[in-house]
């Protein structure tokens, strides 16, 4: 909440707090003038009947208090579960934007880097089948083909990485202990 800057803020929020308080006040000191009022009347002879009708306003104002304290409890309830779902649906948003970028990114490696990882292997295999054990272009295809694992696995490992992110933002936007990933890495 932001601060109260003027006067009228001020007792606007002092009344929603101690309003069970402001309401006592009032009742009570509603309670004292018209106790005033009959005692000044005291020399007119007063029944039961009167007395009750005399202070039949009091009981009507501590309905009124205890309605105002419980729908300014229901008031503050409602506002907070709003700013929490506004909270939710803010994690929400975020958690696809971010979802939405994971799917750029494997797009991207995919396309970019893994499909011509593919063609590098198919290629790194059929020289491997044309070349003797012994030469010096076998020594060379295994080479190439440790490079390419590297590279798969770092491929892999980035992916896993974004996935992993997503995931524990996930859990700490939501307050979730587990929450199922959408992508299975392997």
Sequence with gaps: MSSPSSLSDRLVLFAEKYSMVLGVLFIYGYYLFTSLDLFTQHKAKTG?????????????????????????????ER???????????????????????????SDTLNDRINNPLSIISLSVSSLREKTSSDSDLAQDVE???????????????????????????????????RVEPLIQTS
């Design 79 to 105: 506002r907070e579960e709003e700013d929490r779902q506004r909270a939710l649906r803010a994690a929400l948003e975020h958690q696809m934007l971010q979802l939405a970028s994971l799917d750029k990114i």
């Design 143 to 177: 080479t190439i083909e440790g490079s390419l694992k590297r590279i798969q696995e770092v491929m892999m490992n980035i992916q896993a990485y974004h996935t992993k992110k997503i995931m524990k933002l996930s859990k700490e936007s939501i307050g979730v202990e």
């Design 48 to 76: 039961f009947l009167d007395l009750f009708f005399q202070f039949d306003s009091l009981l009507l104002m501590w309905g009124v208090v205890y309605l105002v304290v419980q729908l300014q409890k229901y008031r503050k």
